[in-house]
């Protein structure tokens, strides 16, 4: 099975400044037929189900603000948000989906304001 | 506008079992574009993949889970539902389905089950 590992767990950033959340599987998610890395992020607030942000590791979700941004192949990836803004305090998620079988999700990481 | 939403007992005896559908709406579980996922997170904890159904019946599941997991489909109620036999307390969590294939894109609000006597 692949192992999702984000990091850090946790982060504090100024308004305006840059985030970046990493993410590292334990095997490839890119597949060569395709050449497609089969990595999504998704962003969830309290009280709420996660949304999805990116996919194909960097393709933005339709109406997702252009600060989110993907990046990475293999098993090394970035989200990164350019200009944090005070909306985007959430708890932010990669996942896999290229097992046929199974799918995994990464620990999270707490996006804070400094 | 695609909607899921899950239903269900929210409060389930240890060693019983859990039962919670998702009903879909302005999407057709037939659908040969994606498939349809169960995903639960503890109270202050992260997600957690429970497994996947797709129109055929092809399953898969998370192998922490497989040996108690069951999902079905039901085109003609389109809906599809999960079932997770011998519960104890550490099955204590907000339950979501979603809908997926490149990462899900819509989500259920989610349901709380809480397993206790």
């Known amino acids: 099975d692949i192992v999702m590992t984000q990091s850090p767990d946790s982060l504090a950033v100024s308004l305006g400044e840059r985030a970046t959340i990493n993410c590292k599987s334990s095997q490839t998610v890119l597949y060569s037929s395709n050449n497609k890395n089969y990595l999504a992020w998704y962003q969830q607030k309290p009280g709420q189900p996660p949304k999805r942000l990116i996919y194909w590791a960097s393709t933005r979700e339709s109406g997702v603000p252009d600060r989110f941004s993907g990046s990475g192949s293999g098993t090394d990836f970035t989200l990164t948000i350019s200009s944090l803004q005070a909306e985007d305090v959430a708890v932010y998620y990669c996942?896999?989906?290229?097992?046929?079988?199974?799918?995994?999700f990464g620990q999270g990481t707490k996006v804070e304001i400094k | 506008q695609v909607q899921l939403q899950e239903s269900g007992p929210g409060l389930v005896k240890p060693s019983q079992t859990l039962s919670l559908t998702c009903t879909v709406s302005g999407a057709s579980v037939s659908s040969g574009s994606y498939y349809w996922s169960w995903i639960r997170q503890p109270a202050g904890k992260g997600l957690e993949w429970i497994g996947r159904i797709y129109i055929t019946g092809a399953t898969g599941y998370n192998p922490s889970l497989k040996s108690r997991v069951t999902i079905s489909i039901d085109t003609s109620k389109n809906q599809f539902s999960l079932n997770l036999s011998s519960v104890t307390a550490a099955d204590t969590a907000v339950y979501y389905c979603a809908r997926g294939w490149w990462g899900f894109d819509y989500w259920g609000q989610g349901a709380l089950v809480t397993v206790s006597s």
């Open positions: 996942q896999h989906y290229y097992s046929t079988l199974t799918w995994t």
